[in-house]
């Protein structure tokens, strides 16, 4: 069973930057995608970010390119994600998300195990 523990969200201006960070246990594979997806108020959740663990690719939606990163520590099983020049659009609520993938997928329902999502609230 693989638990995803994230931390890191809050309140911050546009322009302000967040760092999210997402702990997981119970990996038992070494070939697997984490990745980050966003739910705002009356909306479906949607891909923001994802990385392939075992080289490091990655994957972006275009509307945070250039402005999020989203790396991995490879010791510490933890995936981050490095939020930059933050505009109000991106408030939303955050999850981490594992998927048994090695190939990238925007697909919420091809992640097998999710966080349990951290606010990001950014006020204009």
């Known amino acids: 069973q693989v638990q995803l523990v994230e931390s890191g969200g809050g309140a911050v201006q546009a322009g302000g930057s967040l760092r999210l960070s997402c702990a997981a246990s119970?990996?038992?594979?070494?070939?697997?995608?984490m990745g980050w997806f966003r739910q705002a108020p009356g909306a479906e959740r949607e891909f923001v970010a994802s990385?392939?663990?075992?080289?490091?690719?990655?994957s972006y939606d275009d509307s945070v390119k250039g402005r999020f990163t989203i790396s991995r520590d490879y010791a510490k099983n933890t995936v981050f994600l490095q939020m930059t020049s933050l505009k109000p659009e991106d408030t939303a609520v955050y999850y981490c998300?594992?998927?048994?993938?090695?190939?990238?997928?925007?697909?919420?329902?091809?992640?097998?195990?999710w966080g349990q999502g951290t606010q990001v609230t950014v006020s204009s």
């Open positions: 119970g990996l038992t594979v070494s070939s697997y995608s």
């Open positions: 998300a594992f998927g048994f993938l090695n190939a990238f997928t925007d697909k919420p329902g091809s992640y097998s195990y």
């Open positions: 990385i392939m663990w075992s080289d490091r690719d990655t």
